[in-house]
């Protein structure tokens, strides 16, 4: 599978709250900036190992090809790896590695085994992830020990360095996962890692609140089911953050909300800190600026990492150099971070100015500067660009370089000169403009003479308005410019790798770092969108909670808010009402009101308590899924198996409208079925239904408590049908029983009046057949009880 070079690695020495009035006006939540899907979940290779034991263990280790983050957890899985599925979602893989004998003959055509199909995991990831290529490894790549040498290798040598040595030191599966993973990047994609640079992390299993797959996205946790480019999800409303990573560890957190009550509490600490205090709020904000836009992340991976079969070319020392110089711009702002934070009260603020008050950044900025020159920064493009890059080394640092930039600088004066002087000739306002292939004019059409361009232009090509074009003069300039800029960069690549060669040193300073800003980054995005500060008791409390999504979309004071009150002896909320009347928005905002407090951030109620969920298990969509060849019937009893098997006291579950893919008799058996196994599982649970029968079949519970959405009702005099007015307030109590109210909501299509008019006599006809059957039903009742009380009696 892989080639013999590959399986021998290259040796590379060591160089290496609630707001106060304040003067600042509150601030919506709301973000202008854009969520494109795949943006900050990273490129992701995961190598994926099961255990052929029934325990089902399962191994992953999975790489940020561009951040060079390294993340090993091994768990314990169902038949459906739910918990599996989950953990590779928070990471939006490209590549897979599976074993090649989980394959089959059918899916690759050459690795498999000549089984009858791949095995029920790899089913699984080709369902979930379809957009990842799937490629197999051979067994024998799958090394424990391997890979434990490979961690040892490579991992940052800082202090938790050892503890995460030892937590995987016994965890078979994910060492084999690890193994395979850089195997493939060697041979498959030319990665060799510096000793020591890769920030590896052992993710224990507990810890964070489970959510799957389907109840992210039905959720809108991440993308706006209805436009994907909108920003209206949660982590598009909170996501105000200036860096990528940033960016990236809040699109985690809400994927996976931490369950540890004490790392809540101190997040909650910071908010409340910068939400208190105004000038430290903006002090942070400014110093976070010289940050934007900057991923740490990535820019360290590229510096880190060099090919198996190394290349040199001018775009890859050009790049090297951007690199360094942006390395520079990122080090000098984590000082103006620093300052900062001088003198923050909280723990989780303390620690952030720990991380960055290194002495190591200081050394780290004056190594860059010896060979960087003060005035070189980073330009958006075109040939000021160039020239920055040009001119990123010193002066006499390098004879060569000294030279090679005099010849740039000379052919760059004369491709300026020969533009004025052809200006002048033709009497044409000539414009000069870079692009790749070198400078070419630009004029506009009509102050062209004649609106035609002169003898002597070559290459012209119609754009808009202008034209662009060259001669053959200014092509034998550019010739010589991008030789001289050639030159330039390869000698100047020579010294940045040098310098490069102890930057490296510094690697482990530069994680932290980078981990410190992007935790600091997300809780100023948190104070940014904060109203009230949660507290967590083992009640969910919530007075005057709005959807933070909702909030954002409707105009101010269009919103309604609700109330919520679970409990132990509470534990079942059954939520009644006519469509359109709210009943799963009210759910909705339950859930994503506990994930952004689990998550650290403020939320937009008066009053809000809230218990640790260990997992969240929804049933929210009514979709067929024509992958697995699944009904909505068949979907909804598949999904309600996996909520009873993961479901524990510690749950929060929502279930919405079960039933609506099968008969109406059957839904209401069903729907008390599993509403029954819910209860006596004392999850927190939501439950809406159309099934009115349930409020009585289900009030025997002690636990079970009726909710409806209000619905303002008034009597037409000229029929017999009423006007419904829905206020989208929750209210205690079963829902009044409306008759046919399903056919006035169908007059809101402007259906016509003839197809409403049988549809309201066919229901009246079949309303009284079932009346005619109850009373029969109860007439029999009545007559077997007379039949044995007479037979009692004549004992």
């Known amino acids: 599978m892989f080639s013999q070079g590959g399986s021998q690695r290259p040796q590379r020495p060591g160089t290496a709250f609630s707001r106060p009035s304040t003067a600042r006006p509150p601030t919506r939540m709301s973000n202008t900036t854009v969520y494109r899907e795949g943006e900050y979940g990273g490129n992701f290779v995961i190598a994926v190992i099961e255990g052929r034991g029934v325990a089902r263990e399962v191994g992953i280790a999975a790489l940020d090809r561009d951040t060079g983050r390294t993340v090993l957890l091994q768990v314990a899985d169902c038949q459906t790896y739910v918990k599996t599925l989950h953990h590779i979602s928070l990471h939006q893989p490209t590549t897979l590695l599976v074993l090649d004998t989980a394959l089959s003959d059918r899916t690759t055509g050459r690795y498999g085994t000549g089984g009858g199909g791949p095995s029920l995991l790899v089913q699984a990831l080709q369902d979930e992830f379809p957009g990842a290529a799937i490629e197999p490894v051979a067994r024998k790549y799958w090394n424990e020990n391997a890979g434990r040498d490979f961690i040892k290798q490579l991992i940052v040598e800082d202090e938790e360095c050892p503890a995460t040595l030892v937590a995987v030191h016994e965890k078979y599966f994910a060492l084999s996962a690890a193994c395979a993973l850089f195997k493939y990047m060697e041979s498959r994609r030319n990665a060799i890692f510096a000793i020591h640079s890769l920030r590896i992390q052992y993710i224990p299993v507990e810890g964070t609140m489970l959510i799957d797959a389907d109840s992210a996205r039905n959720l809108e946790l991440i993308n706006n089911l209805t436009h994907k480019k909108s920003n209206h999800s949660l982590f598009g409303i909170l996501n105000d953050c200036f860096t990528p990573m940033a960016a990236r560890i809040l699109r985690a957190n809400i994927l996976a909300p931490v369950t540890n009550l004490n790392a809540i509490n101190q997040r909650l600490d910071a908010v409340q800190e910068l939400t208190d205090m105004e000038d430290r709020f903006t002090s942070i904000k400014e110093s976070l600026r010289g940050l934007k836009g900057v991923d740490l992340d990535k820019l360290i991976t590229a510096l880190i990492v060099s090919e198996a079969r190394p290349t040199t070319n001018v775009k890859i020392a050009e790049q090297r150099v951007g690199q360094m110089l942006t390395l520079r711009t990122a080090v000098r702002a984590l000082k103006a971070v620093r300052e900062a934070l001088g003198g923050c009260r909280s723990d989780l603020l303390k620690a952030v100015e720990r991380l960055i008050n290194d002495d190591r950044i200081d050394q780290l900025d004056s190594l860059i500067a010896e060979a960087l020159n003060e005035d070189a920064g980073i330009a958006k493009n075109g040939v000021h660009n160039k020239n920055m890059k040009v001119y990123a080394v010193k002066a006499n640092y390098n004879r060569l370089l000294d030279v090679a930039r005099e010849t740039y600088k000379e052919d760059i004066t004369e491709v300026y000169a020969l533009h004025q002087r052809i200006s002048e000739e033709h009497d044409m306002p000539l414009d000069l403009q870079w692009t790749e292939n070198g400078f070419h004019f630009t004029v506009k059409k009509d102050e062209a003479p004649n609106g035609r361009l002169p003898k002597g232009f070559v290459d012209v090509n119609a754009k808009g308005p202008k034209w662009m074009c060259s001669t053959m003069e200014l092509k034998k300039w550019n010739a010589r410019v991008k030789d001289a800029l050639n030159e330039t960069m390869l000698i100047s690549d020579q010294i940045i790798q040098d310098v490069l060669a102890e930057v490296i040193e510094y690697v482990a300073v530069l994680w932290k770092a980078s981990e410190a800003i992007a935790l600091l980054d997300m809780l100023w995005a948190f104070a940014n969108a904060s109203i009230i500060?949660?507290?967590?008791?083992?009640?969910?409390?919530?007075?005057?909670?709005?959807?933070?999504?909702?909030?954002?979309?409707?105009?101010?004071?269009?919103?309604?808010?609700?109330d919520v009150y679970c409990s132990d002896g509470t534990s079942f909320q059954l939520v009644q009402g006519p469509n359109m009347s709210g009943k799963s928005t009210y759910i909705r905002q339950v859930a994503l009101l506990v994930i952004m407090a689990m998550i650290g951030c403020f939320i937009p109620a008066e009053y809000a308590s809230f218990r640790l969920h260990d997992a969240l298990l929804t049933r929210l969509s009514n979709d067929d899924d024509a992958e697995r060849n699944l009904s909505t019937f068949a979907q909804e009893m598949a999904t309600s198996a996996m909520i009873l098997g993961m479901a524990t006291e510690n749950s929060l579950i929502l279930v919405d409208e079960l039933g609506r893919g099968t008969s109406p008799h059957e839904g209401i058996g069903i729907c008390h079925a599993l509403a029954e196994e819910m209860i006596q599982s004392k999850a927190f649970v939501f439950f809406t239904t159309?099934?009115?029968?349930?409020?009585?079949?289900?009030?025997?519970?002690?636990?079970?408590?009726?909710?409806?959405?209000?619905?303002?009702?008034?009597?037409?005099?000229?029929?017999?049908?009423?006007?419904?007015?829905?206020?989208?307030?929750?209210?205690?109590?079963?829902?009044?029983?409306?008759?046919?109210?399903?056919?006035?909501?169908?007059?809101?299509?402007?259906?016509?009046?003839?197809?409403?008019?049988?549809?309201?006599?066919?229901?009246?006809?079949?309303?009284?057949?079932?009346?005619?059957?109850?009373?029969?039903?109860?007439?029999g009742k009545i007559n077997t009880r007379r039949k044995l009380l007479i037979k009692v009696n004549t004992l």
């Not at 619905?711 to 829902?735: A, E, L």
């Open 533 to 562: 500060r949660p507290e967590f008791t083992s009640t969910l409390a919530i007075k005057a909670g709005r959807h933070p999504i909702l909030e954002v979309v409707q105009p101010p004071g269009m919103l309604v808010a609700n």
């Open 690 to 779: 159309h099934f009115n029968d349930l409020g009585a079949t289900l009030g025997k519970h002690p636990t079970v408590t009726s909710l409806h959405l209000e619905v303002n009702t008034t009597r037409q005099t000229t029929s017999t049908g009423f006007n419904m007015v829905f206020q989208h307030k929750i209210r205690d109590g079963p829902m009044e029983e409306q008759n046919h109210y399903g056919l006035e909501l169908a007059k809101l299509a402007d259906l016509p009046d003839g197809l409403l008019a049988t549809s309201a006599r066919m229901a009246e006809h079949l309303a009284e057949r079932e009346r005619v059957r109850r009373a029969k039903s109860e007439g």
